[in-house]
Nanobody, 125 residues
Framework: VQLQASGGGLVQAGGSLKLSCAVS????????MGWFRQALGKEREFVGA????????YYRESLKGRFTISRDNDKNSVYLQMDSLRPEDTAVYFC???????????????????WGQGTLVTVSS
């Protein structure tokens, strides 16, 4: 199983980035997908998650309205559109796959069986 996150980089505050995560080695449409992030010196935190159908994604409360998760089951990919970026969004962003009975189990890192390597997002002030 491989999860390959890409799209990170350096962006000015107020700008946008779109992260992608290409997945192989599993039945993508059967998995919930999540995004997490980890800033330097901090614990990994939940960003958002999306179920197999792509409907009703979940977000960290503080990120609602700025971040959007989507998926394309035909391309075995999940995306994270990040708008109005702030310096505090600077972190390594990880995608992850979860085989869970309900989305409740996909709201925490412990629910995920597979993880990508992460992509660095740096937001300058």
């Amino acid at each position: 199983v491989q999860l390959q996150a890409s799209g990170g980089g350096l962006v000015q505050a107020g700008g946008s980035l779109k992260l992608s995560c290409a997945v192989s080695g599993l039945t993508f449409s059967s998995y919930a997908m999540g995004w997490f992030r980890q800033a330097l010196g901090k614990e990994r935190e939940f960003v958002g998650a999306i179920n197999w159908s792509g409907k009703n994604p979940y977000y960290r409360e503080s990120l609602k309205g700025r971040f959007t998760i989507s998926r394309d089951n035909d391309k075995n990919s999940v995306y994270l559109q990040m708008d109005s970026l702030r310096p505090e969004d600077t972190a390594v962003y990880f995608c992850a796959a979860a085989s869970v009975p309900t989305m409740l189990q996909a709201l925490g890192a412990q629910g995920y069986q597979y993880w990508g390597q992460g992509t660095l997002v740096t937001v300058s002030s």
